[in-house]
């Protein structure tokens, strides 16, 4: 099992772009399924953003054509990079990890759209 801490959260304005990074404290294999979560105040956490080993991507659709999710299994680390930003995506973006049964989350960080 792999732990996740996540960086790049901030204050952006609408229109504005973040990106992401989640990095594993192990190795991230090519049969791993690494995905990006959020959960806005008041509101169940919902997928955000997925990609399993072998590069197939699911996006939720209030992302699609803003969010692009990659990996790179070299460096252990998942990416969400965020475009066109609307104060709608302003919630905590968690990394999460599975591996068969396994599972594990990251810590989360905090992304605020608003001008």
């Known amino acids: 099992q792999v732990q996740l801490v996540e960086s790049g959260g901030g204050l952006v304005q609408p229109g504005g772009s973040l990106r992401l990074s989640c990095a594993a404290s192990g190795s991230i294999l090519s049969i791993d399924t690494m995905g990006w979560y959020r959960q806005a105040p008041g509101k169940q956490r919902e997928l955000v953003a997925s990609?399993?080993?072998?590069?197939?991507?699911n996006y939720a659709d209030s992302v699609k054509g803003r969010f692009t999710i990659s990996r790179d299994n070299a460096k252990n680390t998942v990416y969400l990079q965020m475009n066109t930003l609307k104060p709608e995506d302003t919630a905590v973006y968690s990394c999460n990890w599975r591996r068969w049964s396994l599972e594990s989350w990251g810590q989360g960080t905090q992304v605020t759209v608003s001008s």
């Open positions: 990609i399993t080993g072998g590069g197939r991507t």
